[in-house]
């Protein structure tokens, strides 16, 4: 497999094994909270479509995840197991456990605390100027800051369980992690047949609260496997805790600053682009996701740990090596998935979706937003890798000061693209097209500060490789729609036939140009399933 480095006395193809062996455990499971997910969003669109109830849960939803990803999402992940890592790697479990309870303690009393501050606040932060629905109907601004007040508290559940998660990262155990999505989407199910019929919208609501719990349920056999023991301390004046705080803290300014730019700026301008268009961008955001939580997301998880120590042991090459093999497997993957999307973005949409209040008006609505969000699938999946090569050096700085300057990027584009057709603008389709071009500049100059800082990222190999995947993928595109064209079939089996006809050339047309990684990413990964830990 392409995601390859050497790890002090091991040899590089035991860390290829390891991370190849992560990335399918992660990549399968993973591959079970997106069926979960769509069958999640089936329910849904069932029952609300993409009416004004689901743009006010949508716009809910987007401030607690906001708190959600600062303080016990990405933020606390790309602190915590660099340093939780190297207490794991020396031995010490009385020190791991006790900074493992410390932080435990202190992002609850935080995520808790602010919590419960926002959803006093919860009507300003949606009727303000600024807010996330401030061109909503009074009657759904006052709907949406009531559906915030129940999210708030799912935040604090999965504080909890993301704290857990990544300390089994850490350990190298993937599966139950992987797995807790799946609960989520469970949950809100569960309060979308049982609940809603009941208690309307706010049945999802309290689905996702259910669906918080699960996450953290499933996750607590894996703490008591590797011997997690929570203390009551704070112990605020630990060093190793402050190094969390200070690697944390830079790192929470950018997730703030990146989900405001997505959530935030898609409720706020989108709640003025008419009724539909949040809950639409919603739709396709999740759509665009699903390649890029099975391409970027589940390599970048993978590889973390590898990277940490490889940069703890200060090895410039195997680091070097280690982003260039993620990059390039992430590009092989991504670049045909975000062709597919493209050409097979709408009969997915109305063979997911439709039926009951979700109609081919409501399909048309997010397959326009699903095509301005095929850039951001390539980007985000490449932003992935790049953001944890800084975190693993314990540099959460540079991707701050770096934010600054996209987020500003995206605000612009935003507003600039996102205006109406009248006015010359592509409506909620610039909203994505904004955010894939801010998060594409985003990983170049991440990328091109790694080059000066490392000596080079191997820059031109990973060209070369994704101009040969980019050409391989499009003659994938030609021949999907040919296929359609010509046999003019059904809406599923143009899926089935389609996708089955693009992937073989793909593939056919990947070994012509050489494209290396299309014979080496199967045979490292089954390589990684089948060799056991050294």
């Given amino acids: 497999m392409a995601i390859s480095a050497g790890t002090g006395g091991s040899k590089p193809a035991d860390s290829s094994n390891r991370v190849a062996r992560s990335t399918v455990i992660v990549m399968g499971g993973l591959t079970a909270s997106i069926v979960f997910g769509f069958l999640r969003q089936r329910v849904i669109a069932l029952r609300f479509g993409t ?27 790309f602190a915590f197991i660099p340093i939780y890592t190297q207490l794991l790697t020396e031995g010490d479990d009385t020190e791991s456990n006790l900074l493992l309870s410390r932080v435990f303690n202190t992002i609850l009393l935080l995520i808790g605390g602010l919590g419960l501050l926002l959803a006093i606040f919860a009507p300003t932060l ?45 350990h190298q155990h993937f599966l139950l992690p992987a797995l807790a999505p799946s609960m989520y989407s469970a949950g809100i199910i569960l ?106 997301t589940a390599i970048g ?67 326009y937003a699903l ?51 009248l006015d010359g603008g592509l409506e909620h389709g610039g909203l994505a097209l904004a955010n894939g071009i801010a998060v594409g500049v985003e990983a170049l100059i991440g990328l091109t500060i790694l080059h000066f800082r490392w000596g080079g990222v191997d820059a031109r190999r990973i060209l070369i490789n994704a101009f040969k995947a980019a050409l391989a993928a499009g003659t994938m595109g030609a021949a999907i729609y040919a296929f359609a064209l010509v046999l003019q079939p059904g809406r599923l089996m143009l899926l089935l036939g389609g996708a089955a006809t693009g992937a073989v050339v793909y593939v056919l047309t990947a070994l012509l140009l050489g494209l290396q990684e299309v014979r080496t990413l199967p045979v490292s990964i089954l390589r990684g399933l089948l060799k056991r830990e050294s």
């Fill in 126 to 170: 949606v009727r303000a100027p600024w807010g996330v629905g401030p061109h909503f109907s009074h009657e759904i601004q006052a709907l949406t800051a009531q559906l915030m007040r129940v999210l708030f508290i799912s935040t604090v559940i999965f504080a909890a369980s993301s704290i857990l998660t990544g300390a089994l990262h850490a």
């Fill in 51 to 77: 009416g004004a109830e689901l743009d006010a849960f949508t716009a809910a939803n987007g401030v607690p995840e906001l708190l959600f990803t600062m303080l016990a999402g990405g933020a606390l992940a």
């Fill in 301 to 367: 998880i993978a590889v973390f740990p590898t990277m940490s120590a490889l940069a703890a042991r200060r090895d410039v090459a195997a680091q070097r090596r280690a982003l260039s093999g993620a990059l390039r497997a992430i590009l092989t993957l991504a670049l045909p998935a975000a062709v597919a999307l493209l050409v097979l973005g709408e009969p997915v949409i109305g063979f997911l979706f439709e039926g009951g209040e979700f109609t081919q008006q409501s399909t048309d609505l997010v397959y």
């Fill in 371 to 421: 095509q301005f969000y095929v850039l951001a699938l390539l980007s985000q999946s490449v932003l992935e890798v790049v953001v944890r090569a800084f975190a693993a050096q314990k540099d959460t700085l540079t991707p701050l000061i770096v934010s600054f300057f996209t987020t500003a990027l995206n605000v612009f584009l935003a507003i600039t693209l996102a205006r109406s057709f």
């Fill in 191 to 296: 309060g979308a047949l049982f609940l809603s019929p009941q208690l309307g919208i706010f049945g999802l609501a309290w689905g996702a609260v259910l669906g918080a719990g699960l996450h953290l349920l499933i996750q607590l056999p894996g703490a008591w496997r590797f011997r997690m023991r929570w203390r009551f301390s704070l112990g605020w004046g630990d060093p190793l805790l402050k190094s969390v705080a200070v690697l944390m803290a830079p790192r929470v300014i950018d997730l703030l600053m990146a989900r405001a730019s997505i959530d935030w700026i898609n409720a706020n301008i989108g709640s003025g682009l008419g009724v539909g268009r949040v809950s639409a961008l919603r739709y396709a955001f999740q759509l665009m996701n699903t390649p890029w939580t099975l391409i970027g």
